[in-house]
């Protein structure tokens, strides 16, 4: 069989808009960036080995033996694994492999029991593809997709338990991991930053990888080269291991500058790897190797070549969901929403699938506005995460209907919210107990209104020859009426009392 | 092709194999007889021939998703060299 | 009492069947000889009395509770390659010390699923890296032929072969990379077979090279061999190149005779410099098979020259990654150094002998950037030639019949200075392991100095029923019944 090798190589070279230039003392500078995303499968098992890949867990517990590569242990694959990467591929519309294999990378070190990490070097089960991502001007760019493909995680080595020893946890050993390799298509942090967040969002969309960047189910090398721009390629710096999406921005813009500088000083970039220092927010020379590398690719002889059908691949196409991008625009054209507003929604399946629940059956743009100001902003200012929101998606859009019938005014709607929050009860419950229903009573109102005019004349000769006062009056109303008259209808009485046209 | 004292040197290192000096040029020679002897090989007419990784003519067997192994933390450990609460221990390894 | 170790395993398991003796009593034959003998021979690295005791005293128990298996009872040595839950399995090299699995080998534990009794663990050269068993670490293994000349039992599976041949033990597991079945037993003048490659599970067997080791045993004749390799392989889920296919009754196919069946002979197998003997012995088997009823047809196997070289590069390559996690960290001796890649190169310098290492730099070498396509790249695709060979053998016969080995055993010592000399020990066998055939040795008759020779058959893939077939003709017609004096 005929298979067409596949190397990750720098092709596509795309001249970046003149806003984001970076600028330099003797000019402007364009900066390049591809990244390879590590997400891992969202798996119960481990690729090759029936152990445990749950994050967590005493050390050395989720390990078996060929996870702890002894002798005589052989691996076999987890067709999981091999499904998660086939919908991550279809998810960006790739190139789906039908014919791949497993090489061994040759290394050693510690945390990698077997002395070679099993990966796909030359044959990948996914080819190219595309993801689109929103560039900083909120306009979108597509960034090409090279490749992805299944390879083993290392353990965890702990370098602070003892000053002269290195601890090792194998329980990360032999997890799955989806390398997603984009073409150099990426011209700013922003765009770095935005590629990663639609990665992840596409990723837990299809249910293929959990997101989770604390537990590291989801790390970015980021690769990063200036030019001048549409000029000759400049030499890239690998940066390992980004773990967030500020992150990706910060290293991007940090070793960009870094490269100007040391190219603006008459100097040139040494092509090497570099880590990402969180607290400087720099980026610096991973401690050299003391000899180049040299991984020695063969394919493993323990596994065979990993041939999957057409039919393979169209059962997993049949169970795709609906993707980020389509789901936008069903947003935008069902609810009338913004493409930002939409965009916001759809960046998170957590954020989409809630506000879809919330919106059934009432005001869609009303929800989002409950959602995206009200609940965001208080989980924000809390640091509550989503998942944990005190208000299920269904009170939300409890809370929403009883605003549109008119049981409760938007004032009002404010304090209920707070309730729903404190109470964890939905709305109608908390309207009812503490009586917050909206008058429509009309004598009621007017018997207010009198009540007030009565009182203050001299405001309502002010009302009369000033009309904007009207706002002024409607507030006393509200007041007096504890938030509970109907705001259009304490207008209209007003308007005929004063009257003021 | 036939290898000198450098590329010797070079995958020891590769293979992790400390080598004395005085081993080095000895290795040279029983290295390059035997790369010699493989020399062989280009007599062979391999136009158009499939590189050949397994004899075995199936497909590779995929296994269910399932947790079936590991929660064996003292049988891992058991032969190692050094262990401490649970981690295997070894040299200080500086990235 | 007849000698109960004399008995071959067949005619054991019968006894035991009839209750002539127990699993207890052979057993403890066993172990008396082997305590007796194995000072000299060296063929066990480690004896297991109390353990074969208790496997004894089981099997007896189960065969009187009428639950006996296949092989119930039997006292079988294990070769150090194969993984033994809690005794050590050391693969004959320092670098992994007293490493005790905690995990048994499929092989073994389809032996003790069928019944049979571990007495030890046998010798071998390093990592199955050797045809002399000179390279282990616990010493070699002496050929009970002719036991004061000190002559090697061959190798890898030399402990095998050596106990098998000296009644150290019914039959023996072995496993063969390159000829390490198949040319101990024409060392010593006992049977072994290699099976097609995935037959045997190599799911804990210490790897050398994984696609081309595979599992067999070495037994004292041809119906033991089918009987063990019957016990011995099966589909295993663990291992992704095992072959999920039935297990025939092997031992039914000795007796089945050859009449019809298309030998084949290959020229290319007949070597400038071979000795005469082997010659003449090749030609008595053709004889043999054509009395017999078979037809023999010339065949041409053109690449076989360059099976040795393909093997050189191939087998190193997989060996250095295979070895890698020998590396002192998780399991095995560690030596310390200053900093991590000192403990690394101590520990595997002091870990690896010789032969281990040179191979281990032959494989690093022939993968690394640069001549990665010149070396192993090529290596596979003239590896597809040899299959290919095979191939078109198969339109014109059978089986193939060749010599097992291109000598008799010689004097331990004697090639240890030239790797390549040692290394065409495997000139004939090599083949089946490039192309994944199954082959057996037999032995045919003896040399001048009256040491044993055998002669190979080599079979379609998946067809050992023929290849015993052969074997049973070869055998009956050498009525080769010469023991070494011991």
């Not at chain 1, 795709?320 to 998170?348: C, H, M, T, W």
């Not at chain 3, 398991?13 to 060296?42: C, H, M, Q, V, W």
């Not at chain 3, 097609?196 to 599992?215: E, K, M, N, P």
């Not at chain 3, 003997?277 to 017999?292: H, P, R, V």
Request: charged share 25%; aromatic share 8%.
């Amino acid at each position: 069989m005929t298979v067409e090798a596949s190397t990750p190589i720098f092709t596509a070279f795309k001249t970046a808009r003149p806003d984001q230039w970076v600028k330099g003392v003797t000019g402007d500078w364009e900066i390049i960036v591809g990244m390879e995303v590590h997400a891992q499968v969202a798996a119960n098992s481990k690729l090759f080995s029936g152990a445990s890949a749950s994050y967590g867990g005493a050390p050395n517990s989720h390990v078996s033996f060929i996870d702890s590569g002894m002798p005589g242990m052989l691996p076999v694959i987890n067709k999981f694994c091999v499904e998660q990467a086939v919908r991550t591929g279809l998810g960006l519309g790739a190139k789906i492999n039908l014919w791949s294999r497993f090489d061994r990378k040759n290394y050693f070190y510690p945390d990698l029991p077997q002395g070679y990490q099993i990966s796909q070097y030359l044959y990948p089960i996914v080819g190219e593809g595309e993801l689109e991502v929103e560039s900083e001007d909120k306009s979108t760019i597509m960034v090409g997709i090279e490749r992805i493909h299944l390879e083993q995680d290392a353990g965890k080595s702990i370098h602070d338990l003892d000053p002269d020893a290195t601890y090792v946890d194998l329980n990360r050993s032999g997890c799955a991991l989806m390398e997603i390799v984009s073409k150099p298509d990426i011209r700013s942090p922003e765009e770095a930053a935005n590629y990663f967040k639609s990665l992840r969002s596409l990723v837990r969309y299809l249910g293929t990888c959990d997101g989770n960047m604390d537990e590291g189910s989801m790390r970015a090398d980021v690769n990063v080269s200036v030019r001048r721009p549409g000029g000759e390629l400049g030499t890239r710096c690998e940066i390992k291991n980004v773990n967030s999406t500020k992150f990706v921005a910060m290293a991007v813009a940090y070793e960009a500058r870094r490269q100007i500088e040391i190219l603006e000083d008459g100097g040139s970039i040494d092509q090497e790897t570099r880590l990402f220092d969180v607290k400087t927010g720099q980026t610096r020379t991973m401690r050299s190797k003391e000899d180049a590398h040299d991984y020695r690719y063969f394919p493993d002889p323990d596994l065979l070549p990993l041939v999957i059908t057409q039919e393979f691949v169209d059962g997993i196409k049949a169970t795709l969901p609906e993707l980020p991008s389509a789901k936008k625009q069903r947003f935008i054209n069902d609810f009338g929403l913004s493409a930002y507003d939409a965009g916001v929604l759809v960046a998170d399946k957590e954020f989409s699938d809630y506000f879809e629940e919330a919106a059934s059956g009432t005001d869609a743009k009303m929800v989002n506005s409950w959602l995206t100001v009200e609940l965001f902003g208080w989980l924000n200012k809390n640091g509550v995460e989503f998942a944990n929101s005190p208000i299920s998606a269904k009170n939300l859009g409890g809370l929403v209907k009883l605003i549109q019938d008119g049981t409760i005014n938007g004032k009002i709607a404010k304090d209920v919210f707070a309730k729903m929050i404190e109470t964890g009860d939905d709305a109608s419950t908390i309207v009812e107990r503490d009586g917050l229903k909206q008058t429509t009573d009309t004598g009621a109102i007017e018997k207010a209104i009198d009540d007030l005019m009565a009182t203050q004349p001299d405001k309502v000769t002010e009302a009369r020859e000033k009309p904007k006062m009207l706002g002024w009056w409607v507030g006393q109303v509200m007041k007096s009426t504890g938030g509970k008259a109907n705001p259009a209808i304490v207008n209209d009485i007003l308007k005929k009392k004063l009257g003021i046209e | 092709m036939s290898v000198s004292e450098k590329d010797v040197r070079k995958i020891a290192r590769l293979s992790r194999l400390a080598i004395q000096d005085e081993k080095v040029p000895v290795m040279v020679d029983e290295l390059n007889g035997i790369l010699n002897w493989i020399e062989m090989l280009n007599e062979v007419n391999v136009d158009g021939v499939e590189p050949m990784t397994s004899v075995v003519a199936q497909v590779l067997p995929m296994r269910d998703d399932v947790v079936s192994d590991g929660n064996q933390q003292a049988a891992v450990l058991k032969n190692a060299p050094k262990a401490d609460s649970g981690f295997f221990v070894v040299p200080k390894a500086v990235e | 009492m007849t000698d109960l170790t004399k008995l071959s395993l067949k005619s054991a398991l019968d006894g035991l069947n009839k209750g002539d003796f127990t699993s207890l009593e052979i057993t403890d034959a066993f172990l008396a000889r082997i305590d007796a003998l194995n000072p000299k021979l060296n063929a066990y690295t480690l004896v297991t009395h109390e353990k074969a005791r208790e496997d004894a005293k089981a099997s007896d128990a189960r065969r009187a509770a009428g639950n006996a298996g296949a092989l119930e009872g039997a006292p079988l040595g294990i070769k150090d390659l194969f993984a033994t839950k809690g005794y050590r399995t050391a693969a004959c090299s320092k670098i992994l010390g007293e490493f005790k699995p905690e995990y048994e080998s499929t092989v073994t534990s389809n032996l003790w699923r069928d019944g049979a009794v571990m007495l030890g663990k046998l010798n071998m050269d390093e990592f199955a890296m050797g045809s002399s068993n000179e390279t282990s670490a616990y010493g070699p293994v002496v050929n009970p032929w002719q036991i004061e000349k000190k002559l090697t039992p061959g190798g890898s599976s030399g402990g095998s072969a050596s106990a098998v041949s000296a009644n150290l033990c019914l039959a023996a597991t072995a496993t063969d990379t390159g000829g390490s079945i198949r040319q101990p037993a024409s060392f010593t003048g006992t049977v072994g077979i290699k099976p097609t490659y995935g037959r045997c599970s190599r799911w804990g067997i210490v790897a050398f090279a994984s696609s081309l080791d595979q599992a067999g045993p070495i037994a004292k004749d041809v119906t033991d061999t089918a009987i063990m390799l019957k016990s011995m392989c099966g589909h295993d889920g663990k291992d992704s190149t095992s072959l999920n296919v039935p297990v025939p009754d092997f031992a039914a196919a000795v007796s089945r005779g050859v009449k019809g069946l298309k030998i084949g002979v290959p020229k290319e197998y007949r070597l400038d410099g071979m000795p005469e003997e082997i010659e003449k012995l090749w030609q008595d088997g053709i004889n043999w098979l054509k009395e017999a009823g078979a037809e023999i047809v010339d065949i041409s196997l053109p690449h076989t020259k360059y099976a040795l070289p393909t093997y050189y590069i191939v087998a190193p390559a997989e060996a250095s990654s295979n070895l890698a996690r020998y590396d002192g960290m998780r399991f095995g001796n560690r030596v310390d150094g200053n900093d991590l890649i000192d403990t690394y190169e101590k520990t595997r310098a002091a870990g690896f002998g010789a032969e281990v290492q040179r191979r281990i730099l032959i494989g690093t070498y022939v993968l690394s950037a640069g001549y990665y396509d010149a070396y192993y790249l090529k290596a596979q695709k003239v590896r597809a030639r040899i299959l290919e060979d095979f191939t078109k053998a198969w339109e014109k016969c059978d089986a193939i019949l060749t010599p097992t080995a291109p000598s008799a055993a010689f004097p331990i010592g004697q090639k240890q200075t030239d790797p390549i000399q040692m290394y065409l020990n495997d000139v004939f066998t090599v083949t089946t392991n490039l192309a994944g055939l199954p082959g057996i040795s037999v032995p045919a008759g003896v040399d001048v100095n009256g040491l044993p020779l055998g002669l190979q058959v080599i079979g379609k893939a998946l067809d050992e029923e023929t290849l015993f077939a052969v074997a049973g003709v070869v055998e009956k017609s050498a009525n080769f019944t010469a023991k070494p004096n011991l």
